[in-house]
């Protein structure tokens, strides 16, 4: 059932892949496998030709001499980046876009998009690339050598649960890329600004999810959530529980979770 759900909300494929990650017993496929996987995330899964490939970079990844972090850095100040998510886009969509292609989650609230706009502003484009590069968040989720995934689907720790459901506005589907989605103004905008969880839609391609989006009404689904701790008690439990939600109030409930503090675990179809 919960690989049902997953298809429904169009994200199967990104809960079920391993990450990737290049190791010193690594042979030429696995390096290949490894360029192709950086090419997917960074440029959200954009169709590339064979002359806009990065030829140099690879073969130095390729003979040891960068890491993949190194190699998706390159990736992220390419031309072929710049071109189809920094000129022709809004400010705001470039910056969630970087959130989704280098952290591989939504960006949390307001303030982390207006710090990459001073950066932006300050001292361009390639310096606010590298600000996600070089963060704690990129070395502790991914370090050198783990190719970047979509890791906002879950909820983590030093993370909120906002970035849940946002992170659905960005990922709508396996086979839609970001440059094919045809939008050059945020998503996010509007939620972030305000503090608001986006609402939450499955994918309407059947080819992902072999349901019509006109059908999902009459879905449910089952949240596995767990409590916040108790402020009268001595000792901190954190209990788990479950409730089951229509489609039609999912996105409701998971802002009301988020006020008080639940943190949610899974989403399945009921």
């Known amino acids: 059932m919960a690989i049902l759900a997953g298809e429904r909300l169009g994200i199967a ?3 079920t892949s391993a990450s990737i990650e290049l190791t010193p017993e690594r042979n030429s496929e696995d390096v290949d496998v490894a360029i192709r996987a950086v090419y997917k995330q960074v ?3 954009s169709y590339i030709m064979e002359s806009e490939r990065l030829v140099v970079p690879e073969s130095q990844l390729k003979r040891g001499e960068i890491s993949v ?3 998706v850095r390159q990736v992220a100040k390419s031309d072929f980046y710049r071109w189809r998510f920094v000129n022709n886009c809004y400010r705001y969509r470039t910056i969630e876009l970087n959130f989704k292609h280098l952290l591989g989650r939504a960006p949390n609230d307001y303030s982390e998009m207006v710090a990459h706009s001073q950066i932006l502003d300050a001292s361009g484009f390639e310096a606010d690339i590298d600000s996600y ?3 704690d968040e990129y070395q502790q989720n991914f370090g050198e050598n ?3 995934y979509h890791r906002g689907f879950q909820t983590q720790v030093g993370q909120k649960n906002v970035g849940f459901s946002r992170m ?3 990922f709508r589907g396996y086979s839609s890329s970001d440059r094919g989605q045809q939008q050059n103004q945020g998503k996010l905008t509007r939620e972030v600004i305000q503090n608001l969880a986006s609402p939450i839609y499955p994918a309407s391609s059947r080819s992902l999810t072999g349901v019509s989006s006109g059908s999902r009404g009459s879905s449910t689904y089952r949240l596995q959530i767990m409590q916040p701790p108790s402020a009268n008690s001595a000792v901190l439990r954190r209990a788990t529980s479950e409730v089951v939600v229509p489609f039609e109030q999912l996105s409701s409930k998971l802002q009301q979770l988020n006020r008080k ?3 949610v675990m899974s989403i399945t179809l009921s």
């Open 43 to 45: 440029l959200g899964n």
């Open 133 to 135: 590069l070089d963060s």
């Open 13 to 15: 494929p990104s809960e």
């Open 168 to 170: 659905f506005q960005l």
């Open 261 to 263: 503090g639940f943190k």
């Open 146 to 148: 783990i190719v970047p």
């Open 69 to 71: 972090r190194e190699f």
